[in-house]
T-cell receptor
Framework: DGGITQSPKYLFRKEGQNVTLSCEQN?????MYWYRQDPGQGLRLIYY???????QKGDIAEGYSVSREKKESFPLTVTSAQKNPTAFYLC?????????????FGPGTRLTVL | SQKIEQNSEALNIQEGKTATLTCNYT??????LQWYRQDPGRGPVFLLL?????KEKRKERLKVTFDTTLKQSLFHITASQPADSATYLC?????????????FGKGTSLLVTP
């Protein structure tokens, strides 16, 4: 079964802690994306990667970091510098390279700061 | 600046009727518009893509129209069913130098009652 997975489904973080959200895809997609969704808000772009070993900041990258060491993996670290990290985090992938490619989303990780 | 607007008010309709959702946008050219469905606590699922030079696209009970003069897309679900109840997101592609990431509207919630 091809798809995109995220783990964990729920994550609780204490203030001052860094946490890492996992995103894995077996669709052989080149492009991967991280979005954040807050209640009543649209999805906002955090980081994206068009190819292995390369990634770019999105609109709200402050307090986040990513890596793309393997094609299938794009983990997101929420650092203590992110002041309001409680949100629903969505990872997506696409074939990349063309403007009309749809994106495939994972099931999301809900992060709560205690 | 680029904007995407969807009706913020929830749409309540009776089973069997046609649901029509609206997406208005500014400053996307060329425009490649996608519609996604999102169920509570889950990732969005791609439904349809319509390109700037297409007037209409159909898929089973779904129909999307695109009016580039009005900068508007209409999303129709015919013979609606309670299982169609969800939030529907409109998205437009950014340029290649932004990795073809998507900008999303805030979504319109649809409730289909028996």
């Amino acid at each position: 079964d091809g798809g995109i997975t995220q783990s964990p489904k729920y994550l609780f973080r204490k203030e001052g802690q860094n946490v890492t959200l996992s995103c894995e895809q077996n669709l052989n997609h080149d492009a991967m994306y991280w979005y954040r969704q807050d209640p009543g808000q649209g999805l906002r772009l955090i980081y994206y990667s068009q190819i292995v070993n390369d990634f770019q900041k999105g609109d709200i990258a402050e307090g986040y970091s990513v890596s793309r060491e393997k094609k299938e993996s794009f983990p997101l670290t929420v650092t203590s510098a992110q002041k309001n990290p409680t949100a629903f985090y969505l990872c997506a992938s696409s074939r990349g390279g063309e403007v009309w490619n749809e994106q495939f989303f994972g099931p999301g990780t809900r992060l709560t700061v205690l | 600046s680029q904007k995407i607007e969807q009706n913020s008010e929830a749409l309540n309709i009776q089973e069997g009727k046609t649901a029509t959702l609206t997406c208005n946008y500014t400053n996307y050219s060329p425009a490649y518009l996608q519609w996604y469905r999102q169920d509570p606590g889950r990732g969005p699922v791609f439904l349809l893509l319509i390109r700037e030079n297409e007037k209409e696209k159909r898929k089973e009970r779904l129909k999307v129209t695109f009016d580039t003069t009005l900068k508007q897309s209409l999303f129709h679900i015919t013979a609606s069913q309670p299982a169609d109840s969800a939030t529907y997101l409109c998205a437009l592609s950014r340029a290649r130098n932004s990795g073809y990431a998507l900008n999303f509207g805030k979504g319109t919630s649809l409730l289909v009652t028996p």
